[in-house]
């Protein structure tokens, strides 16, 4: 799905393995592309290949582009670029540990990059940060070539596992404050779409919360026309095991789409807007760039369509009747054969 060309006809799709790919000659005309529908594609200018490599579960390229800086790219599919990223990551964490009155323990499944466990550590009131990565490459990866996330892996809260999250969960005897999904997206043939099924969320993830405990996920594409891949019944199939969910928004540029990210819990989600800007100031350490009360209050504020579609939503996501966004798996399915 994601694809670099060059006007002299080159075309790679995978890069030079392990070797930074200048672009010196072909700067107007070297771009990365990406299928996000049938009929569209999504791509940006390139200024070099700084990286790829391959693992038995996918294929991991770290991109150098000219609009969103140092993107890595996963099985042809964009996962985080450097000048927005901190628009998905703040959306994903913060509004689960501020609603808990004491989040300490956490656990993140999926999360390799880094980023999810960094914005974690900038609340003073985690004490035991859990990763679990099933693939150690890209974790590896991520450790070498995202600078901005190195002091996350060496602080001591936390704790990085290379497992499956499914089974790591099982596995524990351990509850915690706050689980949070940074899976890859559902996609066909992929490892991660089993981690998005009610029984998971039922037998695995819920009986693993604390009281009052907190789970959220990102949901994938949650646009004006995006948002019933999988967004609508990733929010109903939670609404199945918990008693309050809270789906919530935000536009990141990179991704060409608005985004989605469900909250969910037992205990009622009551904080007004300045309540969630207190515990920011009292929890969290620095500046956010992108989220304070006000802007959580907007982003759990649907438009009209999508409200009226996630009230009408009626599909539960099982393993027999998953839903995927559009992509592929391949890599994960070489590794299976």
């Known amino acids: 799905m994601g694809d670099i060309s060059c006007s002299n006809g080159i075309s790679n799709g995978n890069g030079v393995h392990g070797k930074v790919f200048p672009l010196n ?16 594609r999504w791509s940006f200018a390139l200024i070099s290949i700084l990286h790829t490599g391959a693992s038995p579960y996918q294929d991991i390229a770290l991109l150098d582009t000219k609009p969103f800086g140092k993107a890595l790219v996963i099985d042809g599919k964009l996962q985080s670029a450097e000048t927005d990223e901190f628009i998905y990551h703040e959306s994903l964490v913060h509004p689960a540990l501020l609603h808990h009155p004491n989040p300490s323990t956490i656990f993140i499944m999926g999360g390799g990059e880094g980023s999810t466990a960094r914005e974690i550590l900038r609340h003073n009131t985690a ?8 693939d150690e490459e890209v974790v590896e990866f991520c450790k070498s070539y995202l600078v901005v996330n190195r002091d996350a892996f060496c602080d001591p809260r936390l704790e990085l596992v290379i497992n499956d999250a499914r089974a790591e969960l099982e596995n524990r005897e351990e509850s915690y404050d706050v689980i949070i999904g940074d899976l890859a997206d559902p996609i066909e ?3 991660c779409y089993k981690l998005y099924t009610k029984s998971f969320y039922e037998f695995t993830v819920k009986p693993r919360l604390n009281q009052g405990g907190i789970f959220v996920t990102q ?8 948002h019933t891949e999988v967004f609508s019944c990733i929010y109903n199939t939670l609404k199945q095991v918990f008693k309050y969910v809270v789906p919530y928004s ?13 909250m969910a819990s037992d205990t009622p989600f009551v904080l007004s807007v300045e309540e969630l800007d207190l515990r920011m100031k009292q929890r969290i350490k620095g500046e956010n760039r992108y989220l304070d009360g006000k802007t959580f209050s907007s982003a759990s504020t649907l438009s009209k369509a999508v409200r009226n579609s996630l009230d009408n939503e009626t599909h539960v996501y099982t393993e027999g009747t998953a839903r995927f966004i559009y992509g592929h798996g391949s890599a994960y399915k070489k590794a299976q054969e």
């Open 127 to 134: 004490k035991k940060v859990i990763m679990c990565d099933i």
């Open 250 to 262: 935000a536009h990141v540029p990179s991704f060409a789409d608005t985004w989605g990210w469900v």
């Open 25 to 40: 000659g072909y700067r107007k005309s070297c771009w990365y592309e990406e299928e996000i529908e049938e009929n569209l």
């Open 219 to 226: 949901a994938g594409p949650a646009g004006i026309f995006s």
């Open 189 to 191: 043939g992929g490892p």
